[in-house]
């Protein structure tokens, strides 16, 4: 029988994940839906839609269109607006939580009470607010930098760090300027971040590799927060400044989480933050991370889809496969991203150009003539090789061959000097 799975989204994740699934040995037909016609998903797809992803009922009739036998959900939009939850009533089976368990990503107040009441480890000191005047007040009286976090999705936009970014001062000034009035204020947490992104259903949790992501604009770690500008991961589990512990640490807190929700199904995301006393949660996602994607599903080797066809069967997950590879992922944006986006420059490159890196496209705009940049990130190449340093070397080289007129990236993703310095720093934190 054909599995006939439905991919709602089209970013450079919804493209890894296209790939993931037409790459397996199984008899499949993908069918893809999107707010924007990503042309990688195109490629791999027996059909595609564009339609608003957020629209449960939009989402429910393409599904019904094409028979799907199940669906996977990339994005938090539609997990928030309830697109998993509708899929489900269709009889359609969505891997991704619905509304209620996606609240872990959705409603960071939310999920700050959820962890201290389920006593999860790794959770920071917290409060929750629901006027910003008194979240405001509380910033400027407490002792100590915080976090100031909206409690909704903000597209990762939305926190500032105080004594890092901003001066306890402004972040009171954000907090009563910027018009939400639900806060979290948080303890800051010192370190290095990481994400271990795992696969959950029917109780089973198999985490992936670790991977870390660099958020802010700018090389060497300046500028304001963006949506993710590249991430790489190594030939392991284990980034190269944490041990085999910290990371098994990780992987128990994503555990205790699932127990805490014996019903999630989807892929829970956590991003830790690797401090002097092991790793925090900074946060949950109830998603794939995009980048984080494109750095695990190419060197997963066991069948995606087989692991989509045990959740819905109510199976326990497959143990999961890696290739012993490290990965480099480099994101191209539109120059001026994140604050000033220019959009219309033509992409010049493409999967032959890329080389031996992979190209994942993200948000392109298809144009008679070729593909031009939008104001989101435009698309990423993935190095993957035998060390972090040769899947590197793959992946600047298809910066290069894409060229810089008009687009950005961070070069520094995944080079010697940066991952030192990730190293020394956490050394310095541990005072070894
Ligand atoms: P979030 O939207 O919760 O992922 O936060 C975005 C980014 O803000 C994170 O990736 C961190 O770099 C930073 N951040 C969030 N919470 C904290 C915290 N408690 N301490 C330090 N940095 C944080
Ligand atoms: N890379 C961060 C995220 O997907 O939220």
């Known amino acids: 029988?054909?599995?006939?799975?439905?991919?709602?989204?089209?970013g450079g994740r919804e493209h890894a994940i296209a790939r993931a699934v037409a790459a397996s040995d199984r008899d499949v037909a993908l069918y893809a839906c999107a707010s924007n016609r990503n042309p990688g998903i195109g490629g791999v797809a027996a059909g595609y839609e564009t339609l608003d992803e957020t629209d449960p009922d939009a989402v429910v009739e393409f599904a019904e269109r094409v028979e799907a036998s199940l669906a996977v959900i990339g994005p938090e939009a539609p997990l928030a607006e309830?697109?998993?939850?509708?899929?489900?009533?269709?009889?359609?089976y969505a891997f991704g939580p619905g509304r209620e368990a996606a609240r872990i990503e959705t409603d960071k107040a939310w999920q700050r009470r959820f962890m201290r009441e389920e006593g999860?480890?790794?959770?920071?000191?917290?409060?929750?607010?629901?006027d910003s005047a008194a979240a405001a007040e509380y910033v400027e009286t407490v002792a100590g930098d915080v976090a100031v976090k909206p409690t909704g999705l903000t597209g990762g936009k939305g926190v500032r760090?105080?004594?890092?970014q901003v001066t306890k001062a402004e972040a009171a000034d954000y907090v009563r300027e910027s018009g939400y009035d639900d806060w979290v204020v948080e303890e800051r947490l010192v370190g290095e971040e990481f994400t271990v992104q795992a696969f959950v259903a029917n109780g089973s949790v198999r985490p992936t590799p670790g991977v870390q992501d660099h958020k802010r604009a700018y090389e060497g770690d300046e500028g304001p927060n963006t949506g993710g500008m590249g991430s790489y991961s190594d030939a392991g589990p284990v980034l190269p400044f944490m041990t085999r512990e910290d990371y098994d640490r990780a992987v128990e807190i994503l555990e205790a989480t699932v127990d805490a929700l014996p019903d999630y199904a989807g892929v829970l995301y956590g991003q830790f933050m690797l401090t002097a006393d092991g790793p925090k949660v900074v946060e949950f996602n109830a998603r794939f991370g995009d980048p984080e994607a494109m750095n695990t599903l190419p060197v997963l080797e066991t069948d995606f889809v087989d692991v989509l066809t045990a959740a819905r069967d109510g199976d326990s997950l497959p143990e999961l496969s890696f290739a012993p590879r490290a990965t480099v992922c480099k994101y191209a944006v539109p120059a001026g991203y994140p604050?000033?986006?220019?959009?219309?420059t033509r992409v010049r490159i493409d999967p032959e150009s890329a080389g031996e890196a992979r190209l994942f496209y993200a948000s392109v705009d298809q144009r008679d003539d070729g593909l031009y940049t939008t104001t989101s990130r435009s698309f990423a190449?993935?190095?993957?090789?035998?060390?972090?340093?040769?899947?590197?070397t793959i992946a600047g080289d298809a910066l290069a061959a894409a060229g810089e007129e008009g687009l950005r990236a961070r070069h520094d993703v995944g080079t010697a000097d940066l991952?030192?310095?990730r190293i020394d720093h956490v050394r310095e934190?541990?005072?070894s």
């Open 339 to 344: 604050t000033d986006p220019e959009a219309g």
């Open 429 to 431: 934190l541990r005072g």
């Open 82 to 92: 309830g697109v998993a939850d509708a899929l489900d009533d269709a009889g359609v």
């Open 419 to 421: 991952i030192q310095r």
């Open 381 to 392: 190449v993935v190095g993957v090789g035998e060390t972090i340093a040769e899947a590197e």
């Open 120 to 130: 999860i480890p790794g959770t920071p000191e917290f409060e929750t607010f629901e």
């Open 1 to 10: 029988m054909t599995e006939r799975v439905l991919l709602v989204g089209g």
């Open 161 to 164: 760090v105080t004594g890092d």
